[in-house]
Nanobody, 122 residues
C-alpha cells in the first residue's frame, strides 16, 4: 500500500484546511486509516483514525470538535478537515494505514505517507 498526503499549506489562525491522503491498491477499504502529526522538536502524535467502514472514528483531545476525519473508499482516499486552526496545530501531518481495529499508536500502523506541512500563523 502506498500513501500520498497532500493539501497542507500556510493558513492564519482560525482558518481551515483539508488534507487528503490518496492510496494505491485494491484493498484500501479493508484498512483502518489514521492521521498523525509531528511538530519541530516534538514526538509524533496521534490526531485521528477511522475504521474501514467510516462509521467509527477516534480523535485526540486536542483536535476534538475542530477536526473531522472521513474516507471515500470508492476513491481510495481519506480526508482530514481541519477547522478553527491554531498555531499549535503547526506540524507535518502524516497519513497511515493498518489492518485490524482502530488504534491510536503509530507503531501499530504498517504503511505511512510522506507527510504534508501545515503551518498556522498567529
Amino acid at each position: 500500500v502506498q500513501l500520498q498526503a497532500f493539501g497542507g499549506g500556510l493558513v492564519q489562525a482560525g482558518g481551515s484546511l483539508r488534507l487528503s491522503c490518496a492510496t494505491s491498491g485494491r484493498t484500501f477499504s479493508s484498512y483502518v486509516m489514521g492521521w498523525f502529526r509531528q511538530a519541530p522538536g516534538k514526538e509524533r502524535e496521534f490526531v485521528a483514525t477511522i475504521s474501514w467502514s467510516g462509521i467509527n472514528t477516534l480523535y485526540a483531545d486536542s483536535v476534538k470538535g475542530r477536526f473531522t476525519i472521513s474516507r471515500d473508499n470508492a476513491k481510495n482516499t481519506v480526508y482530514l478537515q481541519m477547522n478553527s486552526l491554531k498555531p499549535e496545530d503547526t506540524a507535518i501531518y502524516y497519513c497511515a494505514a493498518k489492518s485490524g481495529g482502530l488504534n491510536t499508536y503509530g507503531r501499530n500502523y504498517n504503511y505511512w505517507g510522506q507527510g504534508t506541512q501545515v503551518t498556522v500563523s498567529s
